[in-house]
């Protein structure tokens, strides 16, 4: 592969990508049951969104898996996006919760112009993956810890940068804090993308990383081997649920049934159908319906 990137080298950046895949490791692990309803899922929601959306059972539950292995696998993009910049020339990524929990520092003894003309030697930065990730106690917070930044240190800035951000810019920040509209024009709302232009000296430095990204990423899988794919079986042992619910009737509802056993086993009426099936096999009961009542296998 002809190496184009000169702001990282390709050694690094496969490194890089190499370490980002590894995070997948335990999300890849297959979901049963247990892993499934780890931290109990709203059975009234699943429902209704089967119902609404028109989606079979099987289609329900794959799409629940995927969206609790999404919620993990945004920290992992996290990590790419931050610990990339240890790698490029006078950026530090601190230990986690070290050095005033910055994200990343830049230093350049040459100064870095800011778009309102002052020059600074240092910018701390707060990274984001998405623009609307933070809430009002969140932005609050990180917004007083940059005035503090600057309180303590009048040769820097401080830039929130936003790999997934509105639009491509470098603004003044100017957030609403207790009520009131606040802003400094050393405190920054930045992009990714103008972030990577400003430590690389280069304006398209993102544009070509996103370029080389997806063969080095289907390099290293390859190298790497297969990746493992996880074979779920949350559907089969809810469709084992159902069978011991007696519902006859109605396969839906069974299945039904069976989702409200994960949130509502303990529940008035729901306990029930736990105590009244005696005739089935007691250590498979045991097996599926310990672990909603909290005490584990």
């Not at 503090?148 to 491509?168: G, M, P, T, W, Y």
């Not at 280069?202 to 794919?229: H, N, R, T, W």
């Not at 469709?239 to 299945?255: H, P, Q, R, V």
């Amino acid at each position: 592969m002809d190496w184009k990137l000169k702001f990282i080298s390709q050694e690094n950046f496969v490194k890089h990508v190499e370490a980002t895949i590894d995070k997948y490791g335990e999300k890849l692990e297959s979901f049963d049951i247990k892993r499934f309803n780890k931290n109990i899922i709203d059975p009234i929601k699943l429902i209704f969104d089967k119902t609404v959306y028109q989606s079979t059972w099987e289609e329900m539950v794959g799409n629940e898996i995927f969206r609790q292995r999404d919620k993990s696998n945004n920290n992992d993009i996290g990590y790419f996006h931050q610990t990339i910049f240890q790698y490029m020339k006078n950026c530090h990524v601190p230990e986690n919760g070290k050095e005033g929990g910055w994200d990343v520092i830049y230093e350049n003894a040459d100064g870095i112009q800011l778009p309102e003309g002052d020059v600074v030697h240092k910018i701390y930065v707060e990274m984001k993956n998405k623009h609307n990730t933070m809430n009002s106690a969140s932005t609050g917070k990180t917004y007083m810890k940059m005035q503090n930044q600057l309180l303590n240190d009048d040769d820097c800035a401080c830039f929130l940068v936003e790999a997934i951000a509105q639009k491509s810019q470098n603004i003044t920040w100017n957030p609403t804090v207790d009520g009131k509209k606040i802003s400094h024009k050393r405190i920054r709302r930045v992009s990714i993308d103008q972030f990577y232009a400003l430590v690389t000296g280069e304006e398209d430095a993102f544009y070509q990383m996103c370029m080389v990204l997806p063969e080095v990423i289907e390099s290293v899988v390859v190298k790497g081997g297969e990746v493992k794919v996880p074979h779920d079986t949350v559907a089969e042992e809810l469709k084992k649920i159902a069978e011991i619910s007696g519902e006859k009737k109605s396969e839906n509802l069974a299945m039904a049934i069976a989702v409200y056993m994960l949130g509502f086993s303990s529940y008035i009426g729901f306990s029930k159908l736990v105590d009244e099936k005696e005739d089935i096999d007691e250590n498979f009961l045991n097996r599926i319906y310990a672990y909603a009542r909290g005490i584990g296998f």
